[in-house]
């Protein structure tokens, strides 16, 4: 049900009387009006230190980092299993000094939208690059993973078509699709039964299935061997998602297809440079026809300024270092191994993880709030998931494991966890 004004005394607002849900619907005549309430719950969040969001990190995001503590006005030292820097990249110093001479001979931004003079060289040569690292004849360069699910499927579906979407979908492919006007069906996560059954029930064969690589609030893989052949049988398109998945999976590193064996299944991959690649953008990969089309047509793509010339050296720079080294990578496996065992044997749920993204289920948002405030006095610092990036029961803490991590820090990691999961376990919070 909806909340209203009347219900609450906005001078008297108990964060603990509500979740973040809650003021997604809030009846009052003014727009604005939601924004007093839920600053008020938010400040008082803030009062009993659950708000531990957003708080500015002042150092590189490596397996120690320092983060202003908003709840104590100082800055701390944390460790970090938060970030998305799976192989460190981002601090290579090879990356480093391919980003710098590049600032140097290009400035710092590209200036532009792609089709007017934001496309540079080396603009085009990542695409290319790209392009053969997955196997696929050619790719987009997008300014962010959002804007490339964002623009590619507004820019392919219509009104009237249908997009057929894993459950656990990511907010942009949810986003993208409903930007073209398309409708969404929803398949049981991982569940090819019954993505067939929703796909018998489809009235038109304009269909695209989205699903992704690696979950990224789960850590767990989609069931490609299974799902790929149903796609086929009903003639839908696949659109994969492998932002967690790249220079992880797969012997090139080009993701879970790879991993599979069936990257020539799929019509379109979807990528981030915010995760492994340790910067900023995103890319989309497929036919040269359908590439070329969505040149004009993805509108996330021709409205928005271009990816900085810089932020293109790095991945290639990438690239090319990953090519000839997988040690970085081997060792994010043998922590991810390691991580899963200690973490499994301490008695958390990690659910059906199978990935260096590891999920630590915490149930409901009020426990999850005071775990987190838990961590952040004991100084580790952990992804910390609730509504709408989850349904509301399902909170949890997202742990993201690196090749820089120790295994002393892995160890003090999971002590930290149990020790806090443990004190919490009936928690309700005090009135
Ligand atoms: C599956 C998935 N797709 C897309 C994105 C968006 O990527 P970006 O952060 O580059 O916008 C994310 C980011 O978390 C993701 O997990």
């Not at 604005?32 to 590189?60: C, H, I, L, N, T």
């Not at 249908?162 to 409903?178: E, Q």
């Amino acid at each position: 049900m909806a909340l209203n004004k009347r219900d609450i005394d906005l001078n008297n607002v108990n964060c603990d009387d509500y979740t973040t849900a809650d003021f997604y619907e809030f009846e009052s005549d003014d727009l604005f009006e939601v924004s007093e309430y839920f600053y008020e719950m938010y400040q008082d969040g803030v009062r009993k230190k659950y708000m531990v969001y957003g708080q500015p990190v002042m150092s590189a995001p490596l397996d120690e980092f320092e983060v202003y503590d908003i709840t104590s006005g100082s800055v701390r030292r944390f460790l970090n299993f938060c970030s998305y820097n799976y192989l460190g990249y981002s601090y290579h110093p090879e990356v480093k000094k391919a980003v710098k001479d590049t600032i140097d001979k290009y400035g710092t931004g590209a200036v532009s939208a792609p089709l007017l003079s934001g496309y540079f060289d080396i603009t085009q040569k990542l695409e290319s690059t790209l392009a053969e690292f997955k196997g696929h004849e050619a790719a987009i360069v997008f300014p962010t993973g959002y804007s490339a699910n964002l623009g590619t499927l507004s820019g392919i579906l219509r009104p009237g078509d249908v997009a057929v979407l894993d459950m656990l979908s990511h907010a942009s492919i949810y986003d993208g699709v409903r930007l073209s006007g398309a409708d969404i069906k929803v398949f049981v996560h991982n569940n090819p039964r019954h993505l067939e059954k929703v796909l018998k029930g489809l009235k038109t064969k304009r269909v695209m299935v989205c699903i992704e690589g690696v979950y990224s609030m789960d850590g767990d893989l989609a069931n490609l061997p299974e799902i790929v052949p149903i796609c086929k049988k009903y003639g839908a398109k696949i659109l994969l998602d492998e932002a967690h998945a790249s220079l992880v999976f797969g012997e090139r590193g080009a993701g879970v297809a790879e991993h599979f064996g069936i990257e020539d299944e799929i019509d379109i991959s979807i990528g981030t440079f915010s995760k492994s690649f340790g910067a900023i953008g995103g890319f989309a990969s497929g036919g040269l026809k359908l590439m070329t089309y969505l040149r004009m047509y993805a509108r996330a793509y021709v409205f928005s300024c271009a990816v900085a010339p810089h932020t293109a050296a790095g991945i290639l720079k990438i690239l090319e270092i990953y090519q000839k080294d997988k040690s970085y990578r081997d060792k994010l496996w043998e922590n991810t191994r390691y991580m899963h065992e200690k973490l499994k044997s301490a008695g958390l749920d990690i659910g059906n993880s199978k990935s260096h993204v590891i999920p630590v289920m915490a149930g409901n948002d009020l426990r999850l709030r005071e775990i987190s405030k838990r961590l952040q006095e004991k100084g580790l610092y952990t992804g910390v998931v609730t509504y709408p990036a989850v349904s509301k029961n399902k909170t949890r803490l997202r742990l993201s494991i690196s090749s820089y991590h120790t295994k002393e820090e892995m160890d003090r990691c999971v002590e930290i966890l149990k020790s806090v999961f443990d004190e919490t376990k009936d928690w309700t919070p005090r009135r």
